[in-house]
């Protein structure tokens, strides 16, 4: 088995204090400890290069140091910063329920560790997703659980309810199936999430 890459273990490290720190719901608390859990065996990891996507120049908006004054959230950004160069950005498949028409140019997400992330495993999934500023994401659902690390200003949605916006450091936890959605506003949106589906 491979050795974790450092500045994948590195970007882990700050997302689980940042996770420990700020998420707050109870089905999230435990999701995340399973997700931790598993995080200390390894896994298969897929050297390559990373692939941008245009609306990958919205990150340097997304992640400017003077959005955060948390040191935690800090280290967790700079850890992302430095892992970005070999992520590999996606438009994904699937829903386009309520999208705003500009969004298949408008949003990318990369998965970092999940079946096609740099660590391959089956068990969990942690990514990102990248919105530019006034894009509305589809409504969608999956069967795992998640849990998001939100790092920007912008909006979030679960079935019909009112649009919410938990701010930098803010959480919230998706039930298994659940349909959600998120929308930017006039900056960026740039959110981590954590679905266990082991
Ligand atoms: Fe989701």
């Avoid at 040191?71 to 970005?84: G, M, T």
């Avoid at 705003?100 to 990514?127: C, K, M, Q, W, Y």
Wanted: include cysteine; charge should be negative.
């Amino acid at each position: 088995m491979m050795m974790r890459p450092k500045l994948l273990q590195n970007f882990l490290d700050a997302t689980f204090v940042v996770a420990d720190r700020f998420v707050t719901d109870h089905h999230s608390k435990l999701s995340v400890s399973r997700i931790w859990a598993a995080l200390q065996t390894h896994s298969e990891i897929s050297e390559g290069a990373g692939t941008g996507l245009p609306v990958c120049s919205q990150l340097g908006d997304a992640t400017k140091p003077s959005l955060f004054q948390d040191p935690e959230l800090c280290r967790l950004i700079d850890a992302f910063v430095a892992l970005e160069p070999a992520l590999s950005w996606r438009v994904p498949d699937g829903s386009r329920l309520h999208a705003s028409t500009n969004f298949e140019h408008s949003h990318a997400n990369t998965v970092i560790v999940g079946p096609s992330g740099i660590e391959r495993r089956d068990d969990l999934l942690i990514g990102v997703s990248l919105l530019a500023s006034n894009v509305r994401y589809p409504d969608h659902s999956h069967p795992p659980e998640e849990t998001y690390l939100v790092l920007s200003d912008g909006s979030f949605r679960q079935k019909n309810g009112a649009w919410f916006t938990p701010g930098i450091g803010g959480t919230f936890y998706n039930s298994p199936g659940i349909v959600h959605a998120m929308r930017s506003g006039d900056s960026p949106l740039l959110a981590v999430w954590l679905l266990w589906a082991g």
